[in-house]
């Protein structure tokens, strides 16, 4: 408990900001429902809160002092079962198309919001976990592994938006995900491909241009 407590407090800045960030999204959103007498986008506090599970596992696991690889495997495996509503948050662009034209811009503005919430927690969630892999992994492994978490995040994420699954149904309804996913990867599904590639790329260019740029001394 100590360990996690001084790990918080060394996050106090990056927390707080974040907070703070979360807040003004949520204020936003507030503002759009007074606006237009309307709960429409409620969802993305929802979603939030799925973006913040991620962040929330890799903060525990490098709060920890001793961490065995078994627990770190199993870690991993819920961590990356629930890293794509982090991003996920971007796809919600797509609800503008059912929005009132007036204040159109709030709209994009609340969304936006969200969205850049869910992208930093995204980021900072695999950089304490590209963290802990490069203690625990060869470090030929970790640059495969990498691409291969860009791409089954984009995978997921286009699961979650087009296909409509939960990241728990792979507990209760499997047998359907990975017959979709089955469908995808063998059988002619151009939008998946696209959808999964360009958002991959999008997520680990966006990632490594923000790493180069903490290195900088500028």
Do not use: C
């Not at 800045?13 to 606006?35: E, F, P, Q, V």
């Not at 592994?145 to 309804?173: D, K, Q, V």
């Amino acid at each position: 408990m100590d360990t996690i407590k001084t790990h918080i407090l060394n996050r106090f800045k990056i927390l707080s900001l974040l907070t703070i960030s979360m807040a003004l999204s949520i204020i936003l959103l507030m503002i759009r429902m007074k606006i237009h007498q309307s709960f429409y986008l409620l969802f993305l506090v929802w979603n939030l809160f799925l973006a913040i599970i991620p962040y929330a596992i890799t903060t525990s696991l490098t709060s920890t002092s001793k961490l065995n690889k078994l627990t770190l495997f199993i870690s991993f495996a819920v961590w990356l079962l629930f890293l794509p509503n982090a991003p996920y948050i971007v796809t919600d662009l797509l609800h503008l198309t059912r929005t009132n034209q007036h204040f159109l811009w709030l709209d994009i503005l609340v969304i936006m919001s969200f969205a850049f919430n869910g992208l930093i927690l995204f980021f900072l969630s695999l950089s304490d976990m590209e963290h802990l892999l490069k203690q625990y992994l060869n470090p030929k492994l970790i640059s495969p592994m990498m691409l291969s978490i860009f791409g089954l995040t984009a995978l997921g994420i286009y699961l979650g938006r087009f296909l409509r699954y939960n990241s728990w149904e792979i507990l209760h309804n499997p047998l359907h995900i990975f017959s979709d996913i089955y469908d995808i990867i063998f059988q002619p599904h151009i939008e998946a491909w696209v959808f999964t590639v360009t958002f991959a790329s999008f997520l680990a260019i966006t990632y490594w241009l923000l790493k180069a740029f903490s290195n900088s001394k500028i």
